[in-house]
């Protein structure tokens, strides 16, 4: 089992950023891709980016050049970097843990509790 917690949601004007973490514990070693979604009020869950153990990394079209998606492997982290922030990204953002090196798909093994982000106008 692998365990994630995210932190560092919270509430931020329009064009501001926040930086997302999100820290696995457990069975660490079967993860080989990570990624974070987002869902907002009465809305799909939706996939935003994600990392693999490697570093390749992709991104949902319309956060590429406001988000980065980057991991930090010794402290086993991966974190979502928001820029640029609008209130339409308002949305609870999850974690997610992958044992396949994929990272654009709906389907995750291991999720964290989500976070909280809102962007006000």
């Known amino acids: 089992q692998v365990q994630l917690v995210e932190s560092g949601g919270g509430l931020v004007q329009v064009g501001g950023s926040l930086r997302l973490s999100c820290a696995a514990s457990?069975?660490?070693?079967?993860?080989?891709?990570m990624g974070w979604y987002r869902q907002a009020p009465g809305k799909q869950r939706e996939w935003v980016a994600g990392?693999?153990?490697?570093?390749?990394?992709n991104y949902e079209d319309t956060m590429k050049g406001r988000f980065t998606v980057s991991r930090d492997n010794v402290k086993n982290t991966v974190y979502l970097q928001m820029t640029a922030l609008k209130p339409e990204d308002t949305a609870v953002y999850y974690c997610?843990?992958?044992?396949?090196?994929?990272?654009?798909?709906?389907?995750?093994?291991?999720w964290g509790q989500g976070t909280q982000v809102t962007v006000s106008s």
């Open positions: 457990g069975s660490t070693s079967s993860i080989n891709a």
């Open positions: 990392i693999t153990n490697g570093g390749r990394t």
């Open positions: 997610a843990a992958k044992e396949l090196p994929v990272l654009a798909t709906p389907e995750a093994d291991y």
